[in-house]
């Protein structure tokens, strides 16, 4: 049995193995606005067209037909707060939007560089799109912040249990 500060040693490591392997390499890759004109198929516009009707990018049409989502965007232009910045992140990464979600949480800790569910939510996007590394120390961030709170400590062992790290998620699990 691994002592916890073994258990966190051996947690970094994993960590910062993992994140040098998704490191960039080679030539970057141009990313394409699919709104342009440029990108927009022979014969149509750039607007999108759905159901034979013209609409907005995908994007949009998602903020205008998810009830919640529109409700914690208006909120959000109302008054801009962490809290209701990590309501909105919440509501993206429900619908798998997770860049959405990271912009709204990283406004919410510019705002509060303290406030430990906005870090519980990084933890969980980097764990929901399949790079549960990149959100180790977020979630460990989580925990410092929040030490007694069993969602900050659930999302430590899934991210653990992600990454493989079974026996430090057995441990975090019990903790939580």
């Known amino acids: 049995m691994l002592s916890?500060?073994?258990?966190?040693?051996?947690?970094l490591l994993?960590?910062?193995?993992?994140?040098?392997?998704?490191?960039?390499?080679?030539?970057?890759?141009?990313?394409?606005?699919?709104?342009?004109?440029?990108?927009?198929?022979?014969?149509?516009?750039?607007?999108?067209?759905?159901?034979?009707?013209?609409?907005?990018p995908m994007a949009a049409i998602l903020?205008?037909?998810?009830?919640?989502?529109?409700e914690a965007l208006a909120s959000v232009a109302r008054s801009p707060s962490t809290a209701n910045y990590v309501t909105v992140a919440k509501h993206y990464r429900r619908v798998r939007v997770y860049d959405k979600a990271h912009e709204y949480l990283t406004l919410a800790v510019e705002a509060d560089p303290r406030h430990a569910t906005a870090f519980d939510e990084l933890a969980r996007?980097?764990?929901?799109?399949?790079?549960?590394g990149l959100g180790l120390g977020d979630a460990y961030r989580a925990v410092y912040?929040?030490?007694?709170?069993?969602?900050?400590?659930?999302?430590?062992?899934?991210?653990?249990?992600?990454?493989?790290?079974r026996e430090a998620a057995r441990a975090a699990y019990e903790r939580a």
């Open 4 to 11: 916890p500060r073994q258990l966190l040693i051996l947690a």
């Open 14 to 56: 994993v960590a910062l193995l993992t994140s040098a392997c998704y490191a960039p390499k080679g030539p970057s890759v141009r990313v394409h606005d699919l709104s342009s004109p440029e990108m927009a198929a022979p014969g149509e516009s750039a607007s999108w067209q759905l159901h034979g009707q013209s609409a907005a």
């Open 63 to 70: 903020e205008a037909n998810d009830k919640d989502l529109s």
């Open 125 to 132: 996007i980097w764990r929901d799109s399949g790079f549960p």
């Open 145 to 165: 912040h929040a030490p007694t709170s069993p969602e900050a400590v659930n999302t430590l062992g899934t991210v653990f249990q992600a990454m493989g790290l």
